[in-house]
């Protein structure tokens, strides 16, 4: 079956895939960066290696004999622990002819970043892990600020960069945030922490925000 009969047979629109492709490759790397990595973790394994295995040995990316996924706080744990080692700062030298752009680390960083919130966002529809799924959100956050606090031994940003520049979707995260925050905490609690939260990461859409935490207020 190919991409465009299984898009049919999903019943999503159909995407004229030149016209997709004419799009793709018009976009900067840091895009297209972010676009391939959300695409490794849709597109079905037996596919993802025909695809990848024409540029990597696969052999080389088996899991380990035994190796189970991680759990989404191991997985934000060992991220947050990389983060903040530097594993992912990555500089360069600055020019007028590269300043806008990202290094392969922040990027790295962003896109991992932007995938475990996704996986936050997913886990936090099933009610009876609210205070595990809160509990990993807030890590998330955590690091999110540290950035925002001008911090600058996490990512490299070539000129006047900040947390800003991570790009989250605070309309679809802080949805799930809430959800979580409702199910945990009390009426008092749960306005302190959402205003705070909203005031901090994305102010400007406050009021839009704020209808969302009256949706998820606690019971």
């Known amino acids: 079956m190919t991409a465009a009969d299984r898009t049919r047979a999903e019943g ?7 016209k997709l492709r004419a799009r793709l490759r018009r976009l900067g790397n840091e895009t297209q960066f972010l676009i391939l ?16 295995g024409r540029y990597v040995d696969i052999k080389d990316m088996r899991r380990d004999a035994g190796e189970r996924e991680p759990s989404l706080s191991e997985a934000i744990a060992k ?12 500089s360069f030298l600055v020019k007028s002819s590269n300043c806008t752009m990202n290094s392969s680390g922040t990027m790295s960083f962003i896109a991992d970043f932007l995938r475990l919130l996704d996986r936050c966002v997913t886990a936090s529809s099933d009610s009876s892990s609210a205070v595990y799924v809160r509990g990993c959100f807030e890590k998330l956050l955590a690091l999110h600020r540290y950035i925002d606090e001008c911090n600058d031994d996490i990512i490299f940003f070539a000129d006047e960069g900040g947390a800003w520049q ?15 925050l409702g199910r ?19 102010r400007q859409s406050r009021k839009t925000h704020l209808a969302a935490a009256r949706e998820h207020r606690p019971k």
Not at 79 to 90: M, N
């Open 79 to 90: 991220f947050d622990a990389s983060a903040r080692a530097g594993r992912y700062y990555e």
């Open 12 to 18: 999503a629109p159909t995407i004229d895939l030149e």
């Open 37 to 52: 990595d959300e695409m490794i973790g849709v597109v079905a394994p037996s596919d993802l290696a025909k695809i990848v």
């Open 166 to 180: 991570i790009q989250v979707d605070w309309r679809e995260v802080f949805p799930a945030y809430f959800r979580c």
């Open 184 to 202: 945990t905490t009390d009426q008092e609690s749960y306005e302190r922490i959402v205003i705070a939260a909203i005031d901090e990461f994305d």
